[in-house]
């Protein structure tokens, strides 16, 4: 017999908590960008930048999860 919580599997759980707990972690993080640039003053070009910099990161797995799903995995 498998453990499960509420109905759901080990597995599953964990899956949900990386795609949703991961995600919202992002969103934060680009308000964190954006208040950045905000309270710094930078500007359009400086608030691209700290963008594009700081948000580099998170690309790969945005690129992880497209894959993924473009896979079929």
Request: proline content about 0%; cysteine-free.
């Amino acid at each position: 017999m498998e453990n499960t919580l509420f109905g759901y599997t080990e597995g599953q759980v964990a899956q949900f908590g990386l795609s949703v707990g991961v995600t919202a972690f992002i969103l934060y993080m680009l308000f964190i960008v954006l208040n950045l640039a905000r309270e710094s003053k930078a500007g359009k070009f400086g608030t691209f930048i700290l963008f594009l910099v700081l948000s580099f990161g998170m690309l790969g797995f945005i690129a992880k999860s497209i894959i993924q799903w473009a896979l079929g995995m």
